[in-house]
């Protein structure tokens, strides 16, 4: 059972506030933290240079200890040709984090690397978590290798009554669209997408997606679920970009899972088997790690 976990920080500096809220709210949960990362000297928008964060991503990550991210913000990306994916797959671990984080997920699934969890991070979520049933809930049998589902009610949905089975990928869309076109994407065939993003105006959005078209990797998915999108816009601008987006693709396309830059939020294994079903309502089941 997994009761500590190592401290990475392959993107972003935290504000020393939240560094300091970090330990103790991990504490109060039960998880020990262990803080390699403060030895790094942070620059103006990265934790630390791109060495310094791929050396200290890759000896923890080979330390066979669990790893969380401090945060998101950007440069994973930056480290994506620097590290070592043949030494990496030697270990089997777990990777926790979101946002920034996507590369990371997107890159390991590629590379054959298990396991990792879009999930809530030490210095970010974890620093304000009071009563989230449903987060921390989702957090522990993710990271516990536990079952789950969860029902919900969308307010945009392109086809119903189906039930469709796939990989999870979970991931933010803007990160997605970062990294189309290189070596580090994994095959979304068949594959079950969940979408969200935080501070994008409305015609970003579909920029974005009209992106994933053209890379035709909506084509590709047995379904698409839309997540939260934070300050992107309402709803009713989102689901009509929603709605033209489906007519590109064969795949049902569904919104309304609390999934993304937001509390509540679950935390969603990358790469599990899982189930999409969708009559009245709708339920993600999470079957196989």
């Not at 084509?219 to 929603?242: K, P, T, V």
Request: aromatic share 8%; charged share 20%; net charge negative.
């Amino acid at each position: 059972m997994i009761k500590s976990f190592q401290l990475v920080a392959p993107a972003g500096k935290a504000s020393d506030e939240n560094l300091e809220l970090a330990t103790p709210s991990m504490k109060a949960l039960g998880y020990e933290l262990k803080k390699d990362y403060f030895s790094y000297k942070p620059l103006p928008y990265l934790a630390a240079s791109d060495e310094e964060r791929a050396r200290s991503l890759s000896e923890a990550w080979s330390s066979g200890e669990a790893v969380i991210c401090l945060r998101g913000g950007y440069g994973c990306t930056r480290l994506l040709d620097l590290l070592d994916w043949e030494q990496l797959r030697k270990t089997s671990n777990l990777l926790i984090g979101h946002s920034d984080i996507s590369a990371l997920h997107l890159a390991f699934l590629k590379h054959g690397l298990s396991r990792t969890i879009s999930g809530i991070m030490a210095a970010a979520e974890f620093t304000r978590l009071p009563d989230q049933a449903l987060t921390l809930s989702s957090f522990e049998h993710g990271v516990q290798q536990e079952s789950f589902q969860y029902e919900w009610v969308p307010s945009f949905y392109s086809s119903i009554n189906y039930k469709v089975s796939g990989k999870l990928i979970p991931v933010t869309l803007s990160v997605l669209c970062s990294m189309v076109g290189s070596q580090h994407l994994p095959d979304f065939s068949e594959s079950i997408l969940i979408l969200e993003d935080i501070n994008e105006v409305p015609y970003k959005v579909d920029r974005m997606l009209t992106q994933l078209k053209l890379a035709n990797i909506p084509q590709l998915c047995a379904a698409i679920i839309m997540g939260d999108f934070n300050n992107c816009g309402s709803e009713q601008e989102l689901n009509r970009i929603f709605i033209d987006f489906a007519k590109s693709t064969k795949a049902p396309i569904i919104n309304g899972l609390p999934f993304g830059h937001c509390l509540p939020r679950l935390n969603l294994p990358v790469g599990a088997e899982v189930e999409l079903n969708f009559h009245s309502t709708a339920t993600l089941k999470i079957i196989r790690y």
